[in-house]
């Protein structure tokens, strides 16, 4: 058995990262954050694989059957389903941050259209909110969310995405114009958490700016 298959047969926490995954999707499609097939999510697996929806499938009727397992690079592992085209999205996340364990994409109305309105950098400030995530203890304090022009040459999306952490590391999310949010967190509950305040607070901004 070659070494991918024999990582691709183990049960080394895909099984319960899929479950997670499934149920997140269920979630998301209900809040109507994922409509039709958009959106992707994954989640990292002890030995640096990671577990990822499969390109095109439904977010509110994933099965485990709708998730695969890819490498660190993103290459399928033991499957000849294919993962989604904004794999390294997601692989590029886990690579920089050793304690990020779950990546959720959503296509929300609210990321939609405040991505669309604002250019540059949506700023969140002295919201109680901000507390939802991680390492924020106060509300006097603000977070910027980065809004990158949507492209399809992922590679160079990727790589604009990168420039913009290298300078602010301490980023919960960003926005693609007139696409949609990823944010990250240590595991798909605390991104499910993260996701949740991204989304009230761009309620809040979209409100606010009429």
Known sequence: MSASAERASKD???QAAAEALVRAGVQLFARGWVPATSGNFSARLPGGD????????HKGRLTADDIMRIDGAGRP???SKRP???TLLHTALYARYPEVGAVLHTHSRNATLLSRK?????????????KAFRGIDTHATSVAVPV???DQDIPRLSAQVETWLDSHPHTWGYLIAGHGLYTWGADVDETLRHLEAFEFLFD???HSRG
Do not use: M, Q, W
Not at 50 to 57: E, L
Not at 119 to 128: A, I, Q
């Open 12 to 14: 080394d926490g895909f």
């Open 118 to 130: 604002v250019k540059g950098v949506v700023v969140l400030e002295n919201y109680e909110l901000l």
């Open 50 to 57: 990671v577990a990822i929806t499969v390109s095109g499938r």
């Open 84 to 86: 989604s085209a904004e």
């Open 148 to 150: 990158f022009p949507n």
């Open 77 to 79: 592992l033991g499957t």
């Open 204 to 206: 809040c901004e979209l």
